[in-house]
């Protein structure tokens, strides 16, 4: 069974310092992996997928690293601003099955 | 091109009472995931529909049931229900066989409380 953990749990930093969230998972034998977005009480807004052949995708301040092996991802917000606080979900998708594992997320705060 | 929606957005059940909730797909996506959320936790997998057959079952008993039509809108029921059934409910739609590698698409979710 996959079992996804997010480290570190919950962080504060002031506004402008780049963030660093790390997602571990136990089976490396993924298809893909998605990081989302979570504000409080709502629904989950995808962010970055990285599909298993791929080491990296970047879309704007984001950028998300993936190495199988290791079964580690990295997800890098660059200059965090407020409205980046959220809880940031990572999941993974083992091939064939088309069901996400979740970790329990990294709830952040960027302090003004 | 539409997201995914869900409805209701709230709901309050007794234990015991039966609930049904609805998801949208987005347009042109033909798999539908149910997933579970309790507070301070991930989503956990509950099942899928594809093409109006389920296609994948988490660790949830048999009072969790789906359907989904022809239109890929799908509905999550939930009989005998237990307080511990109080979560965030989020419905997820893809494109299987696609080259979208299975990107899933999350609508805002339902709140449940059973009290």
């Given amino acids: 069974k996959q079992e996804v953990t997010q480290i570190p749990a919950a962080l504060s930093v002031p506004e402008g310092e780049n963030l660093v969230l790390n ?4 089976d490396s034998a993924i298809y893909n992996l998605q990081w989302f977005r979570q504000d409080p009480g709502k629904g989950l807004t995808s962010l970055l997928l990285i599909q298993s052949s791929q080491r990296e995708q970047t879309s704007g301040r984001l950028n998300a690293s993936l ?3 290791s079964g ?3 997800l890098y917000i660059a200059a965090s601003q407020p409205g980046d ?3 940031y ?3 993974v998708e083992a091939y064939g099955n088309n069901r996400l594992a979740f970790g329990k997320g990294n709830q952040v705060v960027v302090i003004p | 091109e539409t997201g995914v929606t869900q409805s209701p957005t709230h709901l309050i059940k007794t234990r015991g009472q039966q609930v049904t909730l609805r998801c949208s797909s987005q347009s042109g996506h033909n798999t539908v995931s149910w997933y579970q959320q309790a507070l301070g936790q991930g ?3 509950i099942f899928q529909y594809y093409r109006e057959e389920e296609n994948g079952r988490g660790n949830f008993p048999p009072r969790f049931s789906g359907l989904q039509f022809p239109n890929y809108s799908s ?3 939930v009989n ?3 307080l511990d059934d109080s979560a965030l409910y989020l419905c997820a739609s893809s494109l299987a066989g696609s080259s979208s590698y299975n990107e899933q698409f999350f609508g805002p979710g339902t709140r449940l409380t059973v009290l």
């Avoid at chain 1, 997602?23 to 136990?26: G, R, W």
């Fill in chain 1, 23 to 26: 997602c571990s998972f136990t």
């Fill in chain 1, 67 to 69: 190495d199988k092996s």
């Fill in chain 1, 72 to 74: 580690r991802s990295t």
């Fill in chain 1, 85 to 87: 606080s959220a809880t």
């Fill in chain 1, 89 to 91: 979900l990572c999941a």
């Fill in chain 2, 43 to 45: 989503p956990q997998f």
């Fill in chain 2, 75 to 77: 509905e999550l029921n």
């Fill in chain 2, 80 to 82: 005998a229900l237990e």
